[in-house]
């Protein structure tokens, strides 16, 4: 291929002028082009469009005074690129600032493709080469590898969604407009396994509905962008002014959150919500979206007295009295006209979640009013959903003289010792980052209070639980922290070594999986229910533990590495994945 042309100019009425009585591709030719400038306060903007006539495209947005504030422009040529090359090219673009960080997007989020074209893997060997020249220019801080592990790449309102989700998204807004044109509720439900993208539905539907309610004739809608019909006057009046708020019950999840939405324009951290927020609010949301609604709580022992009184009163407040029956879920349907719920059944890890009753409850309602989305399409981990459902059907215990099915490339592995397996571990962190020791709650937590001692000791290997719960993946030296649950159920992983403790066991002769009660660590985890009455079983424990460590072997995007403690279950999950891979078994 042609190297690429970067063109700089001044982003003024005399530059564009003078700049356009120069090479005629300037006013006719396929070209991406970028705008930044200062923007708000502290952090500058950018703007990266495609088009055909960059002098025509630069006069408008002169025009515009919402681009008043751009200074610079840059205008990539290439003789061989063409329409499609250029929206390509103009997504990633887009997806890499916003995963930076050092400018605030201004684009929308409506047309982020991902569409098929002729030779599209060798033009995007050459979006790389772009990039460099960029950043080499100022427009990009972190290389691409260091953009991709971040939580601003992947938490990002600017997407390529699937089919399923693109549909969801569609639907949802179509709903939602119809029902506040003729005033009636609705409760709208997506759900999907680990991996299916539904915390990214959740941003994208936040930032989408930003956008529409946000907009004015001028601004630039792309025109094949299914969402673009939504573009117009009267559902911008519909949507303008709504309270509309992102619930998330994981408070590490949410903080990541958070600071995605402080680079997003027309978002704020503000509209980032607990659900004691919004049981606490004085005034009515229009709308809520509910991430991980599986990790909202019954009534049950909270994490602090203060929590527990909270729950009391917001009950009182609500419903006229502390009724104990009454859930978070049944708080945000008394505080909000419109929901839309995300959940997994079986992300339930806590006695205190809502119960599974509820939740399939809650889906089944939704279905029959044509309101549930399932999303199947695995984006996560790369040997895609069939290895998700093998991990859970193992944990399970359904699976028995079944092979493992072909995990392709995905790098996955049975260690036989710990120590291997670290080493693997931090080896993958060289290559690539993102390469974390998670585990069950099989040990005691004793460098909370004792920052000298170890919690894990395995095989000779001394390790002490994630230091910190917010960011913790993020956090300096995590790489040498083992992550529980509550640090990395929400979150992407390169590489996840996953260490399964005496909590899960493996009855040789019943050929049954059993929790080891003793074993399992986490206090709240295992504690009875005595508002409700609940006494939790060897069997609702064992649901939880399984629960658990299907989140954790569904983290990794590239591979996943298993250590088992019961000698057991070991050899359980050897003989299974024997007829797969015998070196990948073995750990070797």
Not at 561 to 574: F, I, K, N
């Amino acid at each position: 291929m042609t190297p690429f042309e970067l063109e700089r100019l001044d982003f003024s009425q005399p530059s564009v002028s003078s700049w356009a009585a120069g090479d005629e591709r300037r006013r006719n030719w396929p070209v991406v082009y970028v705008l930044d400038g200062s923007g708000s306060p502290g952090q500058g903007s950018v703007y990266v469009g495609e088009t055909v006539n960059a002098v025509g495209r630069l006069k408008q947005h002169l025009a515009n005074p919402a681009k008043s504030s751009f200074r610079r422009v840059r205008v990539v040529i290439d003789e061989t690129f063409n329409k499609s090359v250029c929206l390509d090219l103009e997504s990633h673009l887009i997806r890499w600032l916003a995963g930076d960080g050092k400018f605030a997007v201004m684009n929308g989020n409506e047309g982020i493709i991902d569409a098929r074209y002729y030779e599209r893997d060798l033009y995007r060997e050459s979006f790389r080469d772009i990039f460099e020249k960029l950043r080499a220019d100022g427009i990009f801080h972190r290389s691409i590898s260091e953009i991709e592990n971040s939580d601003l790449f992947k938490l990002s309102p600017f997407k390529v969604l699937t089919s399923e989700q693109a549909i969801a998204v569609e639907d949802i807004v179509e709903g939602l407009l119809d029902d506040l044109r003729s005033g009636a509720t609705s409760t709208s439900v997506i759900e999907g396994h680990p991996g299916t993208g539904k915390t990214i539905v959740a941003i994208f539907l936040m930032k989408l509905l930003a956008d529409i309610g946000d907009h004015d004739d001028t601004d630039e809608v792309e025109p094949d962008s299914m969402f673009a019909e939504f573009f117009v006057p009267e559902n911008r009046e519909l949507l303008r002014g709504l309270r509309i708020g992102l619930v998330v019950p994981q408070q590490s999840l949410r903080e990541s959150i958070k600071r995605v939405f402080r680079k997003t324009p027309k978002l704020t951290d503000r509209q980032i919500l607990t659900p004691f927020d919004i049981g606490e609010s004085d005034q009515r949301w229009d709308v809520l979206i509910v991430d991980e609604t599986h990790r909202l709580n019954q009534r049950a022992n909270q994490s602090s007295g203060v929590n527990n009184k909270r729950f009391v009163t917001i009950n009182e407040e609500l419903f006229g009295s502390d009724d104990v029956s009454k859930t978070q879920l049944d708080w945000i349907r008394a505080q909000s006209a419109h929901q839309v719920y995300l959940l997994d059944v079986e992300q339930t890890v806590r006695p205190a979640d809502l119960p599974r009753v509820t939740l399939r409850e809650l889906a089944e309602t939704a279905r029959s009013n044509h309101r549930r989305y399932p999303l199947a399409t695995q984006m996560r981990v790369r040997a895609g959903s069939d290895y998700v459902e093998f991990v859970r059907a193992v944990l399970r215990g359904e699976h028995r003289d079944q092979p493992a099915p072909d995990f392709g490339e995905y790098d996955f592995r049975l260690f036989n010792d710990l120590g291997e397996m670290r080493q693997a571990i931090l080896d993958r962190e060289a290559e690539s980052g993102l390469a974390r020791l998670v585990a069950g709650y099989a040990w005691d937590w004793k460098s909370r209070s004792d920052k000298t001692a170890y919690d894990i000791e395995i095989d000779g290997v001394r390790l002490r639980w994630n230091s910190q719960a917010k960011d913790w993946i993020n956090s300096p030296g995590s790489v040498n922290e083992v992550g529980s649950i509550h640090t990395v159920q929400g979150y992407d992983l390169n590489y996840a070594g996953v260490v399964i403790g005496n909590d899960l066991r493996f009855d040789a002769e019943r050929g049954c999986l059993y929790v080891d009660r003793e074993s399992y660590r986490d206090a709240k985890g295992k504690e009875n229910n005595k508002q409700l009455g609940i006494v939790y079983s060897d069997e609702d424990l064992l649901e939880f533990i399984r629960n658990i460590y299907g989140v954790l072997m569904t983290r990794g995007i590239r591979g996943t590495y298993v250590y088992v403690c019961d000698s057991a279950l070991r050899t359980h999950v050897e003989q299974l994945l024997q007829s797969h891979s015998p070196a990948r078994a073995t750990g070797a």
